[in-house]
C-alpha cells in the first residue's frame, strides 16, 4: 500500500490542551465585520456575520479588546473573562433553532433534513489522527452534537463509519467497518461504502469534527470556540484564533523562509498567509512543508496527459475544468459537472506540469456560488 495514501491510525496520548491565546485571530472568509478597532468584546460575541446563508457568524474566542480588524480577521487582546449570554437551544426547534445556530457560528448548510445520517469517524487525510482521537477521548461532547444534529435534521437512521479494527460508538448509531485508504476517508465515498449507492437520496454526511463543533455549542449554548488537530506525531486541543506560530511553537517545529504551513491536510489544505494567522474552528491538522520539498506549482497550460482523469474518483475531467477555471468558463464548468467533484486533490498530486488544479476548481466553484446568490 502506497504510504501516501495509508491511514494513520493510532492517535497516540490525549490531546495537548494549549493555553489561551494572549491575543486571538479569528479567521474571516465570507464574513463582514461588525466591530472596529478599540471596541470591548465578550467570550462569545458577534464580531463579524455571514453572509452567504449557509455559513455561521463569527464570534470572539476570548473576552478583551478589538485591535485588528480587516477582512482577513479580527483580533482580540484577551482581557478579563465576560461572557455572552448562552442561547437555551432546548427550547427551539425547526428554522428558529438552525437560525439559532448560524447566529451561533455554526456552518448549517451541511445540517440539511435527511432520512439517515453517515456519521464519517475516519481520519480524513493521511497523517491526521485528530478525527479518532476525538471519538476516544470527547465522546461526551460528540454525542451532544450528534444528538443536536438529529434534532436538525430529522435522521431516523444513523450510521457510524469507523476504520476497520476500530473500537469506537455513539448512542443510536449503528458501526460499520469501511475501508480507510484515501480518497476513501472523504464523506461522498464513505456514503458510498455505507449505503452501496452513489449519492443515494435522502442520505447526508457529517465529520467527527462537524460533531465536536456542534457538541460544544450544545453543551454551552455558546459558539464553539476549540478544535483539535494533528501537527506531526502529537494532538492538540486550540482556542479558536491561536496564531498558527504558537501551535508550531507547542509542537517545537520552525517555519523558516520559504516553507509553507498548510492547515488541515497535505491533499486538501490551504497555506496559512502567515504565522500570525488564527486557526479557525474544524480545522483537524498542521504541516510544515520545507522550501524545495515539492516542484513549485506553476501556471503552465494543461498538456492534456490525461493522468488526472484516470486517477479522479469523481470520474470527471479535472484538467478541463480547471483550465474552464482559469479562463471564466463557468456554464461550460457546470456542464462537465463540477459539482461532482469532491475536492480530493488528486489531481493537482498527479499533475506533471504542477498546475494549482484544486485551487482552480474551488475558485470557479466559489464564482457560482456568488453568482447564485446574486441572482
Known amino acids: 500500500m502506497n504510504r501516501m495514501f495509508s491511514p494513520s491510525t493510532d492517535p497516540g496520548p490525549a490531546a495537548m490542551a494549549l493555553p489561551v491565546p494572549v491575543?486571538?485571530?479569528?479567521p474571516l472568509a465570507g464574513h463582514a465585520p461588525r466591530v472596529s478597532c478599540g471596541q470591548a468584546v465578550t467570550k462569545g460575541q458577534l464580531v463579524a456575520e455571514a453572509l452567504e446563508p449557509g455559513l455561521g457568524d463569527a464570534h470572539a474566542p476570548v473576552a478583551g479588546k478589538v485591535d485588528q480588524v480587516d477582512k482577513w480577521s479580527v483580533c482580540v487582546?484577551?482581557?478579563?473573562?465576560?461572557r455572552a449570554e448562552p442561547v437555551d437551544l432546548a427550547a427551539l426547534e425547526g428554522g428558529t433553532l438552525r437560525a439559532a445556530l448560524r447566529s451561533l457560528g455554526v456552518d448549517i448548510a451541511p445540517l440539511a433534513i435527511t432520512n439517515t445520517l453517515v456519521i464519517n469517524g475516519l481520519n480524513p487525510e493521511p497523517g491526521v489522527t485528530s478525527t479518532e482521537l476525538l471519538l476516544r477521548d470527547f465522546a461526551p461532547t460528540l454525542q451532544a452534537g450528534l444528538d443536536l444534529a438529529r434534532r436538525v435534521m430529522g435522521a431516523s437512521v444513523c450510521v457510524l463509519a469507523l476504520r476497520q479494527g476500530m473500537a469506537a460508538s455513539l448512542a443510536g448509531c449503528d458501526t460499520r467497518s469501511v475501508p480507510a485508504v484515501y480518497p476513501r476517508t472523504l464523506d461522498p465515498l464513505v456514503i458510498k461504502a455505507v449505503t452501496g449507492k452513489e449519492n443515494p437520496e435522502g442520505v447526508a454526511a457529517l465529520s467527527v469534527h462537524e460533531l465536536f463543533c456542534l457538541g460544544q455549542v450544545a453543551e454551552s449554548g455558546l459558539p464553539c470556540d476549540r478544535t483539535v488537530l494533528t501537527v506531526g506525531e502529537c494532538n492538540f486541543l486550540v482556542v479558536v484564533g491561536t496564531p498558527v506560530s504558537e501551535v508550531l511553537a507547542a509542537a517545537e517545529l520552525d517555519a523558516r523562509d520559504g516553507d509553507r504551513?498548510?492547515?488541515?491536510?497535505?491533499f486538501r489544505g490551504f497555506t496559512a498567509r502567515s504565522l500570525g494567522q488564527g486557526v479557525d474552528k474544524g480545522v483537524y491538522g498542521l504541516s510544515v512543508v520545507p522550501a524545495g520539498a515539492h516542484a513549485p506549482v506553476t501556471d503552465a497550460p494543461c498538456m492534456e496527459c490525461g493522468r488526472c482523469v484516470r486517477i479522479c474518483p469523481s470520474r470527471v475531467d479535472p484538467g478541463l475544468l480547471s483550465g474552464c477555471a482559469e479562463f471564466g468558463l463557468l456554464k461550460q464548468a457546470v456542464?462537465?459537472?463540477?459539482?461532482?467533484?469532491?475536492?480530493?486533490?488528486?489531481?493537482?498530486?498527479?499533475?506533471?506540469?504542477?498546475?494549482?488544479?484544486?485551487?482552480?476548481?474551488?475558485?470557479?466553484?466559489?464564482?457560482?456560488?456568488?453568482?447564485?446568490?446574486s441572482v
Open 261 to 266: 504551513v498548510v492547515l488541515d491536510g497535505l
Open 77 to 82: 487582546v484577551a482581557q478579563g473573562e465576560a
Open 335 to 373: 456542464d462537465n459537472y463540477i459539482d461532482a467533484c469532491m475536492e480530493c486533490g488528486l489531481c493537482a498530486y498527479v499533475c506533471p506540469t504542477h498546475r494549482p488544479v484544486l485551487q482552480y476548481i474551488r475558485l470557479a466553484k466559489q464564482q457560482l456560488r456568488e453568482v447564485a446568490e
Open 23 to 26: 491575543r486571538a485571530c479569528v
